[in-house]
């Protein structure tokens, strides 16, 4: 057999190209796993299935069964052609020396030079098309008659006698050059988003290294203290340093890598343009329509919602390494210097406001503990006091300068502890801490736990492995921290914005109770 008839044996009808990875219907039609599927998932919502070649009706979606012996066959042909690009296409009169065929006749079957283009028959039946190897990719595996339509309901390249007595007659058709500039048009609007987005892209990787250059400056100067507090305590703390000084150098190399992961993205961008702009440049719609990768191309969405999730956590992170809050976490035996060191006072003598209090809080003598009852307390109506939640607000508020304050939380299992403005509301939903622009709270329901701010929520990875909670203001800086009193001392989050009104601790609590320690456990 020769090497075209072969090849003829070897084409997909659905794609024209030499079998990749073939399955057999029961019709014993084979066809590529990709195409046939791609035919089955576009029958899937018309009732029924059917063979694209001889439309043989299926009542459910055929399995596909592999045609190894085939597969062997394909792959054993290709191995054995030469390759395309070194051999080329030579005219086919040019026979006494090879010439570079400029166009293709498929009505002749032959391969022409711009010499014997220019006495060749210009009439219709004569269709001429790019320099082509194999005519037989050019015909209709079936009828074997030049693909001349497009058949939008199969989305394959037909014949004149598929349309008339084939089966696709009935379906809608159309010319290639019609299905083709509308598959370009596709192209040409992926394209133009694709460029949007490769800007947007160069724009974020353009402001985050912006911010990596002021991340490094601040973290040259938090260096600078921590090896200065580290010379003094260096006995004690020379382990702790190094994990401080990784957290600084660590924010910097994290925005590098989040660089580095949109640069490669930007250079996908450009390559699936590259791509789109080369078939939209082809003057072959065939070729053009038979494009298999164009889904992937015109998935222009993929990872956006990610990227400036990620982008936007980058820029916002509070600027500046906390360094007091790190040192926190490890620094449980030797508070007292640190405290010095960052001029952090003792713990704030918090008591509860009990004109504040919801009506179902009671509120221990020396106003330390909160519980929550099932009874009405009848406290007095106040404007202060909160109606909707059972919710109370502390005496102290804050102003300025750095504090902390600890809460028991082992005798409750639902509860919020956090700070709040006063002007938070006292009344509806939007009265509960964490659910609005003027507060902000760790909170724990049955097992898990998570910090809120304005409705928006950040779950955190693992629960509490202690039953005292930590709260860490600092006024200046604009940030609220939370620990865990573990041993040693875990850092849950940081909330980092620009504070505008004083502070006020608060704390809600659903059932059980919560008491509000003294300054006795140093960090």
Same mark, same amino acid.
């Given at each position: 057999?020769?090497?075209?008839? &072969?090849?003829?044996?070897?084409?997909?009808?659905? $794609?024209?190209?030499?079998?990749?990875?073939?399955?057999?219907?029961?019709?014993?039609?084979?066809?590529?796993?990709?195409?046939?599927?791609?035919?089955?998932?576009?029958?899937?919502?018309?009732?029924?299935?059917?063979?694209?070649?001889?439309?043989?009706?299926?009542?459910?979606?055929?399995?596909?069964?592999? #045609?190894?012996?085939?597969?062997?066959?394909?792959?054993?042909?290709?191995?054995?052609?030469?390759?395309?690009?070194?051999?080329?296409?030579? =005219?086919?009169?040019?026979?006494? @020396?090879?010439?570079?065929?400029?166009?293709? $006749?498929?009505?002749?079957?032959?391969?022409?030079?711009?010499?014997?283009?220019?006495?060749?028959?210009?009439?219709?039946?004569?269709? &001429?098309?790019?320099?082509?190897?194999?005519?037989?990719? *050019?015909?209709? @595996?079936?009828?074997?008659?030049?693909?001349?339509?497009?058949?939008?309901?199969?989305?394959?390249?037909? $014949?004149?006698? $598929?349309?008339?007595?084939?089966?696709?007659?009935?379906?809608?058709?159309?010319?290639?050059?019609?299905?083709?500039?509308?598959?370009?048009?596709?192209?040409?609007?992926?394209?133009?988003?694709?460029?949007?987005?490769?800007? /947007?892209?160069?724009?974020?990787?353009?402001? &985050?290294?912006?911010?990596?250059?002021?991340?490094?400056?601040?973290?040259?100067?938090?260096?600078?203290?921590?090896?200065? +507090?580290?010379?003094?305590?260096?006995?004690? +703390?020379?382990?702790?340093?190094?994990?401080? &000084?990784?957290?600084?150098?660590? *924010?910097?190399?994290?925005?590098?890598?989040?660089?580095?992961?949109?640069?490669?993205?930007?250079?996908?961008?450009?390559?699936?343009?590259?791509?789109?702009?080369?078939? =939209?440049?082809?003057?072959?719609?065939?070729?053009?329509?038979?494009?298999?990768?164009?889904?992937?191309?015109?998935?222009?969405?993929?990872?956006? #919602?990610?990227?400036?999730?990620?982008?936007?956590?980058?820029?916002?992170?509070?600027?500046?390494?906390?360094?007091?809050?790190?040192?926190?976490?490890?620094?449980?035996?030797?508070?007292?210097?640190?405290?010095?060191?960052?001029?952090?006072?003792?713990?704030?003598?918090?008591?509860?406001?009990?004109?504040?209090?919801?009506?179902?809080?009671?509120? @221990?003598?020396?106003?330390? %503990?909160?519980?929550?009852?099932?009874?009405?307390? #009848?406290?007095? /109506? %106040?404007?202060?006091?909160?109606?909707?939640?059972?919710?109370?607000?502390?005496?102290?508020?804050?102003?300025?300068?750095?504090?902390?304050?600890?809460?028991?939380?082992?005798?409750?299992?639902?509860?919020?502890?956090?700070?709040?403005?006063?002007?938070?509301?006292?009344?509806?939903?939007?009265?509960?801490?964490?659910?609005?622009?003027?507060?902000?709270?760790?909170?724990? %329901?049955? !097992?898990?736990?998570?910090?809120?701010?304005?409705?928006?929520?950040?779950?955190?990875? %693992?629960?509490? @492995?202690? !039953?005292?909670? *930590?709260?860490?203001?600092?006024?200046?800086?604009?940030?609220?921290?939370?620990?865990?009193?573990?041993?040693?001392?875990?850092?849950?989050?940081?909330?980092?914005?620009?504070?505008?009104?004083?502070?006020?601790?608060?704390?809600?609590?659903?059932?059980?109770?919560?008491?509000?320690?003294?300054? #006795?456990?140093?960090?």
């Amino acid at each position: 057999m020769a090497s075209g008839d &072969l090849r003829a044996e070897l084409e997909c009808s659905v $794609c024209l190209n030499i079998y990749t990875d073939p399955v057999i219907l029961k019709c014993g039609h084979n066809f590529c796993r990709v195409c046939i599927d791609r035919v089955l998932d576009t029958q899937g919502g018309s009732g029924g299935y059917s063979c694209p070649e001889c439309r043989e009706k299926f009542p459910d979606r055929p399995a596909l069964q592999k #045609n190894m012996k085939l597969r062997n066959i394909a792959e054993t042909f290709l191995s054995a052609q030469p390759d395309r690009e070194e051999s080329g296409v030579f =005219c086919t009169h040019c026979v006494d @020396s090879p010439v570079p065929a400029v166009r293709s $006749c498929l009505h002749c079957e032959v391969s022409l030079c711009d010499k014997h283009l220019r006495v060749h028959k210009k009439s219709p039946e004569h269709i &001429l098309c790019d320099p082509i190897l194999s005519m037989e990719s *050019r015909k209709c @595996s079936v009828h074997k008659k030049i693909l001349e339509y497009y058949c939008t309901e199969d989305e394959t390249c037909i $014949c004149i006698s $598929c349309c008339m007595i084939g089966g696709h007659k009935g379906h809608e058709m159309k010319s290639l050059d019609e299905a083709s500039e509308k598959k370009k048009e596709t192209l040409r609007n992926v394209l133009q988003k694709l460029l949007t987005k490769r800007e /947007e892209t160069e724009e974020r990787v353009q402001s &985050l290294q912006e911010h990596r250059r002021k991340v490094e400056e601040e973290a040259a100067g938090d260096t600078e203290r921590v090896t200065a +507090l580290f010379r003094d305590l260096r006995r004690r +703390l020379e382990d702790l340093e190094k994990r401080i &000084l990784r957290d600084i150098s660590g *924010r910097a190399e994290r925005i590098s890598i989040s660089i580095r992961d949109l640069e490669i993205k930007k250079e996908e961008l450009s390559r699936k343009m590259r791509h789109i702009e080369e078939l =939209c440049n082809m003057t072959d719609p065939l070729t053009v329509l038979q494009e298999s990768d164009t889904g992937d191309l015109c998935d222009t969405e993929d990872g956006d #919602n990610e990227d400036r999730e990620r982008h936007e956590e980058l820029l916002h992170d509070g600027g500046g390494l906390d360094v007091a809050g790190v040192l926190h976490t490890g620094l449980s035996d030797i508070i007292t210097e640190v405290n010095v060191y960052f001029y952090i006072q003792g713990a704030a003598d918090i008591s509860l406001d009990g004109n504040t209090a919801h009506k179902y809080l009671q509120i @221990s003598d020396d106003r330390k %503990t909160v519980s929550r009852s099932d009874i009405n307390q #009848n406290h007095p /109506e %106040t404007p202060e006091r909160f109606l909707y939640w059972s919710q109370v607000l502390s005496s102290q508020s804050f102003s300025s300068g750095r504090h902390y304050w600890d809460v028991d939380v082992g005798g409750s299992e639902s509860w919020v502890v956090g700070m709040c403005y006063p002007s938070i509301e006292r009344r509806g939903f939007q009265s509960k801490i964490g659910c609005n622009n003027n507060s902000w709270g760790l909170v724990r %329901t049955g !097992n898990h736990y998570k910090v809120i701010h304005d409705s928006n929520k950040i779950l955190l990875p %693992t629960n509490l @492995s202690s !039953n005292r909670v *930590r709260i860490y203001l600092d006024y200046e800086a604009g940030q609220i921290s939370f620990y865990d009193l573990c041993d040693p001392i875990r850092h849950l989050h940081t909330f980092a914005t620009t504070f505008t009104e004083p502070l006020q601790a608060g704390i809600r609590v659903w059932r059980g109770c919560l008491k509000i320690c003294g300054g #006795n456990q140093e960090m």
